[in-house]
């Protein structure tokens, strides 16, 4: 599994504030979901095989692939958002087929 951590990433008040973005594969058909949280997103991954929304219930069982962690929300939203493009999708191809 990656982490990636951009080394500019810092928070500008001081808060400590963490936010994921994460990449889960489908064990079921290979599918794959991009996820944004606040949680560890080894704990989201549990609430997603648990079947915490219909997307993910009808094909689980999942395995975390990849994750960035960032101190700026807007910036993490916006990286979910890439994930969800065009060439956001063709990168996420290319993570979970070498993860």
């Known amino acids: 599994m990656a982490q990636i951590r951009p080394k500019d ?15 889960l ?4 058909n290979n599918k794959s ?17 648990k079947g915490s929304n219909s997307f993910t219930r009808n094909n689980s069982p ?3 692939v990849y994750y960035e ?5 807007f910036c993490a939203r916006k ?3 890439f994930f969800k493009t065009g060439v956001g999708k063709r990168l996420r191809k290319i993570i979970i ?3």
Request: aromatic share 12%; net charge neutral; with cysteine.
């Open 9 to 23: 990433d810092r928070p500008l008040d001081g808060a400590r504030n963490m936010y994921y973005i994460y990449l």
């Open 25 to 28: 594969k489908s064990l079921k």
């Open 33 to 49: 979901y991009v996820g944004f949280t606040t949680k560890n997103p080894k704990v989201k991954l549990g609430e997603h095989n």
């Open 97 to 99: 087929e070498n993860s």
């Open 69 to 73: 962690e960032l101190t700026c929300e």
């Open 62 to 64: 999942w395995e975390l």
């Open 79 to 81: 990286r979910e958002q």
